[in-house]
């Protein structure tokens, strides 16, 4: 069953989809879509199954299919109202032949092992209570061979760190309520510490370490938008 992580994702993203890649653009200042084009643009074209795990609304499922025009690309998320946008997006561009939404939960993934050449997902780790068998269970549906992606915010060093700090406590909470309401305050609310107190417990190298023991290699990482962003990729061992 669902733990008290899934269901506060859940939660805090229920109220959101019908504006979410708007308001995701225009909080990010238009970097949260580079950033999935990044991560989107580190799989090898593939004609099998491709995953995409924490799905949302489907905008980086809908550039998978975009990518992979040879592919058969399944969304998994645990929010039935992400869901439901996502499959309006899914027919308005009509790849609904070879698109599939379900639902689904990055820790127990409803696929046998080695199901897909190909996975990504973004923003899932945050919302997960154990980081380290969440990744081994993505790499268990992938096939020995395939290449893992994934998108997160990151954390800013240096002189670039109080300003990051003060838009994601101040600007960013208050940005979200004048542009989507109170369901948008609350997210705002919630990204800054929780970024903050993930890299804490979490850090990057802790990350790509998890990364090798769920059975990846040559695991690579690239922070985008000065700080702002991490793509990590990795290939899935043989054997």
Not at 147 to 171: C, D, K, N, Q
Not at 184 to 210: E, K, Q
Not at 230 to 235: D, E, H, N, S
């Amino acid at each position: 069953m669902p733990g008290a992580p899934n269901r506060f994702a859940r939660d805090l993203f229920a109220p959101l989809p019908a504006r979410y890649d708007l308001l995701a653009e225009a909080l990010s200042f238009r970097q949260n879509g580079r950033w999935r084009d990044f991560m989107v643009s580190r799989l090898p074209q593939v004609d099998g199954a491709v995953l995409d795990v924490a799905a949302g609304t489907a905008g980086v499922t809908l550039a998978l299919a975009r990518r992979l025009p040879s592919a058969r690309v399944v969304g998994a998320d645990l929010t039935p109202e992400m869901l439901r946008e996502g499959a309006r997006r899914v027919a308005a561009a009509g790849v609904g032949s070879r698109v599939k939404l379900v639902a689904g939960r990055g820790e127990q993934l409803p696929f046998p092992s080695g199901t897909f050449e190909a996975l990504t997902f973004t923003y899932l780790l945050r919302y997960v209570a154990d980081p380290a068998a969440t990744l081994a269970e993505l790499a268990r549906v992938l096939k020995p061979g395939g290449v893992m992606a994934s998108l997160e915010f990151a954390v800013p060093s240096g002189l670039l760190w109080p300003s990051w700090w003060a838009y994601t406590r101040l600007i960013l909470p208050v940005g979200g309520l004048a542009t989507g309401g109170p369901a948008w305050w609350r997210v705002g609310r919630f990204l800054g510490p929780n970024i903050s107190g993930h890299y804490r417990r979490y850090p990057i190298d802790w990350t790509v370490s998890a990364w090798e023991k769920a059975g990846m290699t040559n695991v690579q990482t690239r922070v985008m938008s000065l700080g702002g962003g991490l793509i990590m990729w990795g290939t899935r061992a043989h054997g």
